[in-house]
């Protein structure tokens, strides 16, 4: 029999956050033994001439509900052997394990690789470039749209990524438009 004695708020809450936290994860292979967890991957944006935003997402490793503490870096080599610039930052439950970092005292105009740490664990390494001072005689954008993965492999995105283009716009994709498994082919 179904004793409803012990179902309260709390409890109805704390499933529903167990439930979103766990669909958060879908797609995402868990390794068991990692302290932490980055779900989505790194990405940088809203270049100045002097700086530049660096973004990720990362869970801790025994799925506790606590703040995570980490760094980041910023090079001028996919090494890391000249880091121009890091910090500190740390991230928790009240922001979606969320990290956004303002990397400032870049020279404009110049291409960087960035990275975190968390627990040990380091992400996936990423370029950036700030923007450059005064006018340029060239600009070359990358422009992706309608992106479903299910539907095809996306080679575009690799050529884009070797290539050396000043930005890249992704317009949206359909990953929030049908549900899982809806529109895709088997």
């Known amino acids: 029999m ?17 439930t979103l936290g766990l669909a958060s994860l879908r797609g995402f292979e ?11 991957g790194i990405a940088s944006g809203d270049p100045l001439s002097d700086r530049v935003i660096l973004w990720t997402r990362v869970l801790p490793g025994d799925g506790a509900a606590k703040t995570l503490a980490g760094t980041w ?8 052997d000249r ?8 991230t928790g439950p009240e922001r979606d394990y969320t990290v956004k970092v303002d990397a400032t005292g870049l020279k ?17 390494v990423g370029r950036t470039r700030t923007m450059p001072v005064g006018s340029v005689e060239a600009f070359s954008v990358a422009v992706c749209s309608c992106s479903n993965y299910p539907q095809g492999y996306f080679n575009a995105y690799k050529d884009i ?9 992704h317009l949206g994709d359909y990953i929030y438009e049908y549900a899982q498994g809806v529109y895709a082919n088997p």
């Open 2 to 18: 179904f004793e409803t004695s012990h179902i309260n708020r709390r409890r109805v809450i704390q499933g529903m956050g167990l």
């Open 30 to 40: 868990v390794v068991a033994a990692a302290p932490a967890y980055f779900t989505h």
């Open 73 to 80: 870096e910023v090079a001028e080599d996919r090494q890391f």
């Open 83 to 90: 880091i121009v610039a890091r910090g500190e930052t740390a």
């Open 108 to 124: 404009p105009g110049k291409g960087y690789w960035f990275r975190f740490v968390f627990n040990g664990v380091t992400s996936a």
């Open 161 to 169: 990524a070797e290539a050396d283009v000043d930005l890249v716009m």
